[in-house]
């Protein structure tokens, strides 16, 4: 049991460049989501997916796109890199509870992305 | 919308000593509140959450938290601090959607 797996750990790019972060876990859990973490920032959502075949903004969602590949795998697209975006990126999952229960978010290790 | 105030950038305590990171948080409805930790180079671990009932809850690590609702607030605390606490503390908030809307970050640094 891995939990949640995050590809690849360190990533440098040229502004304009493209990549995708990948996320993958393997708990079963229906929600998803990408943060960013930027010093003296916290950790702010860029997008979500509460289930399979959904997705949904988060607080900065300018400049990213996400796929909601199958219910395991949640990827994050940077379409054209800029400065900005340099940041640390957290993929998380968590399982929908239900009533009134609010379950744990699992974070992976983290994609330390610099674009230059 | 929700938010989380955090006060305290950088906190330093000697080994051994007591400890308390502060949260304050704003939310319409009964809030779910959350306690994270985040070791330099790492992901976040969750230390301790709080949904409802009793208002003192233990989590890892031997720490513990407490929900005052007047106060809007949801302390950390820990009655002695070992240096391998040396970390960055997240309070969270979460609000619809399962979402979370973190604070800002404390730093504990622990002199041995």
């Known amino acids: 049991n891995a939990g949640v797996t995050q590809t690849p750990k360190f990533q440098v790019l040229k502004t304009g460049q493209s990549m995708t972060l990948q996320c993958a876990q393997d708990m079963n859990h229906n929600s998803m989501y990408w943060y960013r973490q930027d010093p003296g920032m916290g950790l702010r959502l860029i997008y979500y997916?509460?289930?399979?075949?959904?997705?949904d903004k988060g607080e900065v969602p300018n400049g990213y796109n996400v796929s909601r590949l199958n219910k395991r795998e949640f990827s994050l697209r940077l379409e054209s890199a800029a400065p900005s975006q340099t940041s640390v990126y957290f993929c998380?999952?968590?399982?929908?509870?239900?009533?009134?229960?609010?379950?744990?978010?699992?974070f992976g290790p983290g994609t330390r992305l610099t674009v230059l | 919308a929700q938010s989380v105030t955090q006060p305290d950038i950088h906190i330093t305590v000697s080994e051994g000593a007591s400890l308390e990171l502060r949260c304050n948080y704003s939310y319409g409805a009964t809030p779910y509140l959350f306690w994270y930790v985040q070791s330099p180079g790492q992901g976040l671990q969750l230390l301790l959450k709080y949904f409802s009932g009793d208002t003192l809850v233990q989590g890892i690590k031997g720490f513990e938290a407490e929900f005052k609702r007047s106060q809007s607030s949801f302390n950390l605390r820990k009655p002695s601090v070992h240096w391998s606490d040396a970390a960055e503390y997240f309070c969270a908030v979460g609000a619809g959607s399962y979402q979370l809307t973190f604070g800002k970050g404390t730093k504990l640094s622990v002199i041995p």
């Open positions: 998380a999952s968590l399982t929908s509870g239900g009533g009134s229960s609010y379950n744990e978010q699992f």
């Open positions: 997916s509460a289930s399979e075949g959904t997705t």
